[in-house]
Each structure stands twice: as C-alpha cells, then as structure tokens.
C-alpha cells in the first residue's frame, strides 16, 4: 500500500533523497538555493548547483527554428505539422512530477499519431523490473538505521549521499555489524567496507552469490541491501535486481534502490500500467517517427548511440538543443511542483521553489499546446493518479556474461561511476559555473598497479581512445579500482561518448557495456601549469 503524504516542502528531485530546499537572494533579481538551517535536513551540491541556473543567461527561455528566435505559437505549429507528416515519438523525463506524467499520458491517449516513451537511467530500469519482480520490501533511506548488516552494490553513497548518514551512524554504534560492499569502479563507499568484494564490470552477480558474502551476512536477521545501477556493465541489472530483492527477503530485511532521480520507480510502474513506448522501440533505427524530447537529454543520456531528435525543450542547453532544428523552453526540476513515489511505497508532495519564467509552459501545457494545434482535442487532467502499486513481473532468466563491446580496442577495460556532484548525464547540474571548476578537468580513476604499469601518477593527463570516441583526461590514482580496470564519470558528455549504448534485442532493452581503452600520457600536472 502507498503511505499518506509528507509535507510539502520545496525539495531537489535529482535523486531518491528528496532533500529540502529553499530560496534566497543575492540581489532584486539574482535568486540563489541554500540549504535549510535545520540539521539533517540534507548538504548536496547537485540542488544547490540549480540555483544558479535560475536567472542564468544561459536559460532557454524563447523558441528558436534552425537557431532563429520565432514566437512560440509558431514553433509550437511547426512542430505540430510534422507530427501530421510523420507522426512523434515523445520523450518526456521519467522524473517529473507524477501529476506532470499522468497528464502528459493522457493528453497523448487519444491521439492516434503520437507515442510517449519515459526516459530516465536505462539501467535504472532494468533493476527495478528486477527488484518489482523479487517482491522485496522497499525501504526508506531512514529505516536503514534499524538494519542490523548491510550489503551495498554500486557507490550508493555519491548517487544518494544523504543515505550515507544512516549507514554510517550504525556502523559507528556497533563494529560488527557487516558492511559488504561490491564495487567495480573504486567508489566512495568502498573505503566503508568491513567486507570488499571487487570485481570486474559486469561481474556483480557472480560476486553477489559468493560465499563470501554468504558468511560476512550470516547473522543479519534483517539485511538492508542498498544498489545503485551504474553505467557500462552489459545487461546485468535486471537479474543482479532480482538476486538482490531475494537477498534482503531470506535475511528479514529489504532494498534501499538509489536511481538518478526521483520518481524512476514510479515511471517504471507507470510505462506499463499506460502501457507506454519502451526506449529500445522509441529508439529503434527503423523507427521514422519525429523524436520530441522535452526536459530529458536523449543525447546525453545515451552518448553517441545513432538516434535523431528533431525538437528539443529544455530549461538549459544540452546534448539535445545542440543538435535539434526546433528547440523549446520547459521549467528547470526545482520550478515543478507535484508528487513523487519517494521509496517506492511513499507518495511526497513538492513545492516549486519559484516559478518558471514568463512565457515557459509546464512539460503538461506544452505538449497539450502542440496537441491542439495538430487539432486534437485534449480534455482537462482529470487529477487522478494511478494507485502505484508494484507491477507483475516475471523472474528474469539467467544474464550472459556482461560481456566487452570493441574488445580489440586497448589493454584495459573502461566503465563508468556515478558522480556525488552532478546529477546523471550533467546537463542540469554541470551548468553551475562552480561546478564547472571545481570538476575540472575530466578525470579518469586508475588502479595503482595499472598506473605503475602504464608510467602515470596522479594528476597526470591521458588521452583516452575507444573505438567510439576519444578524449583527453586527468589521471586519479584510486586504491580500490580493479587492476585493468578504467572509470570515467557519468555527469559528462566526452564520457558518455567513449561508451556506446546499443539496443539488446533478446531483453528488447537499451544496453551499455564496458568497452576497451587505449591509454596514452599526453602530459603531467606539471606541464600544464607551465612549470619547468
């Protein structure tokens, strides 16, 4: 059952945290994010950064055909015609307001032309089928605090940091509680570790079944198994969810799940329930319907994978208003108020902090625009929302092994992490010009022995080379990162590019692997700075 509603505050949506947030003011028209006074009430730069993004020059705030500034009704109307012409396939993001994706849905039901496909983490997807599937218990980041062991997949502490309290706090009150960690990319959280297990990308599975997992948790009479489904490790993350849910179910307990956003579970409930687009059909080479993607970057999200969006809204530029022909404005995630499905079983009302600029509709008012003036007829939102219960899923069949797309590329196997300070593919969070600098340059974590192998030591510059794409980076020497292993962070667009994405067609899905690297020094720290 969804419990009641908490109380409606402003909060950042950029992650399951839902932390507070309020509005302050550098000057009459220059609005900033701070965080509450109040202690535990949240300290993560990724809602802070969207302060900065709400009187920036850089905002989207006119429509723009073929980089002119045209009227709005205008661009809305050429858009319109298209989809008459060929139809649309609409992205919206999976982590709206669900009011926002209810309304949306139902606008798009009686229109025979258009499709809606939520797009959020792909491999978010994949674990929450696995999860829906297990039947597992999901627990909120506070009832961690009542666990009595922890088995921790992926660096669930940079996607959520706020649920690091609650692990921490235990571990400090009692030194024998189990604290397993899986990592395959020298994560924050593996530093926390009573038990390391480290693996390959791609091998989480098999170190989940290990006996030695099997004996650190053997005492724990109510398990809490939190997992955080990472970039470039094949197609693993429905099975490694449903491993995972059946864990945390024999030992008492149940899955703290960390997405890129807020409201992934309830979208993956939603798609099916609506019975919506999947993204390996919305994506699908064959597919000649005009792509429209409003507030989610389609790019971005999936790299160089070949998939061509002709109208693009955005509060921000991205990967997507870069190269569409029609580009939009929509509000930023902090100026959207409505309700999200917080731990899968609690439905939260947020309040905007402020509201859009003049003149940009709500995702919900742009779409219904472009509707009528296709000449459809889109009734009022009813204000239903659907219940949210969990989806019947089929156990998952075993996963083939992760397996390495362009395997006679390099020496050395490339992922990627997920990121404490930008949000998924950075095109919201990254637009902060501090963060800008405080992340620069791009990074590249390496293993010691590796870094010996290759002749690098810390703050050395690479150049990184994959069959899709290459690009330089700064060397991090990072201890608990697997010998021949490479990981480069999510929140930026070069990474995303050395990574493709490709459609698996047995789980009728959109799949990232690790990939092969080539790695070249192309300077030290101290040459760039000019030093002799």
């Known amino acids: 059952m969804i419990s009641g509603s ?9 992650c399951p945290a839902l932390c507070e947030l309020s509005l302050a003011w550098k000057g009459p028209d ?65 982590n709206l307001p669900l009011e926002e994706v209810v309304a949306v849905a139902e606008t798009l039901s009686g229109w025979q032309q258009a499709e809606l496909c939520l797009l959020g983490s792909p491999e978010d997807e994949q674990l929450i089928l696995g999860l829906e599937a297990s039947g597992a218990a999901y627990i909120a980041q506070e009832d961690l605090s009542q666990c009595d062991g ?19 706090d235990v571990l400090m009150s009692n030194r024998r509680v189990p604290m397993v960690v899986i990592d395959s990319s020298g994560s924050i959280v593996a530093k926390f570790a009573r038990t390391l297990i480290s ?60 997405t890129a956003g807020a ?13 919506l687009t999947p993204l ?24 160089q994978m070949e998939v061509e969006v002709a109208v693009a809204a955005a509060a921000v530029p991205n990967e997507t208003t870069k190269s569409a ?34 003149g940009v509709p709500s995702v919900s008012e742009l779409v219904k625009m472009i509707a009528s003036s296709a000449g459809i007829k889109a009734s009022a939102f009813s204000g239903k929302l659907p219940a949210l219960e969990r989806i019947t899923v089929d156990a998952p069949a075993a996963s083939a092994e992760a397996g390495v797309f362009d395997d006679d590329a390099g020496s050395k196997t490339l992922t990627m992490f997920r990121q404490p300070a930008h949000h998924y593919a950075g095109a919201l969070t990254s637009q902060a010009s501090w963060q800008g600098k405080g992340n620069s340059p791009f990074q590249v974590k390496i293993n010691p022995a590796d870094a010996a192998e290759l002749g690098l030591k810390d703050l050395d510059m690479v150049r990184l080379e994959t069959k899709s794409a290459g690009t330089g980076a700064q060397v991090q020497v990072v201890e608990h990162i697997p010998a021949g292993t490479l990981a480069v962070p999510e929140g930026y667009p070069q990474g995303r590019r050395l990574i493709r994405y490709e459609i698996d067609s047995e789980l009728q899905t959109v799949v990232s692997y690790p990939v092969k690297v080539k790695v070249e020094k192309i300077g030290s720290f101290v040459d760039a700075r000019g030093a002799k």
């Open 325 to 358: 022909e029609i580009v939009l404005p929509v509000p930023l995630p902090c100026e959207m108020e409505g309700s999200f499905l917080q731990s899968g079983h609690r439905l939260t009302k947020v309040s905007a902090l402020m509201p859009p600029p003049a």
């Open 30 to 94: 220059i609005p900033r994010v701070e965080y509450p006074r109040q202690s535990g009430k949240g300290l993560c730069p990724r809602g802070a950064a969207m302060g900065e993004l709400l009187a920036s020059p850089s905002r989207i705030r006119k429509a723009v055909i073929s980089g002119r500034q045209v009227p709005m009704l205008d661009a809305v109307a050429s858009v319109a015609e298209r989809i008459k012409d060929n139809g649309a396939i609409f992205f919206i993001d999976a």
């Open 263 to 275: 409201n992934a579970i309830a979208a993956v409930r939603l798609t099916q329930q609506y019975k």
């Open 6 to 14: 908490t109380e409606n505050l402003s909060r950042c949506t950029l």
């Open 150 to 168: 922890f088995v921790v997949i992926g660096d669930v502490f940079a996607a959520n940091p706020r649920c690091s309290r609650y692990v921490l």
């Open 280 to 303: 390996a059909e919305a994506v699908s080479p064959g597919a000649e319907k005009t792509r429209i993607a409003i507030g989610v970057d389609v790019l971005g999200i999936l790299g």
């Open 199 to 258: 693996c390959k990308p791609g091998e989480e599975i098999e170190a989940l079944k290990s006996s030695e997992l099997a004996a650190a948790i053997e005492p724990c009479k109510k398990l809490g198994v939190i997992i955080s489904a990472e970039p470039a490790r094949g197609r693993i993350w429905r099975q490694l969810g449903f491993l995972a849910g059946q864990l945390a179910k024999s030992h008492g307990g149940g899955v703290a799940v960390q």
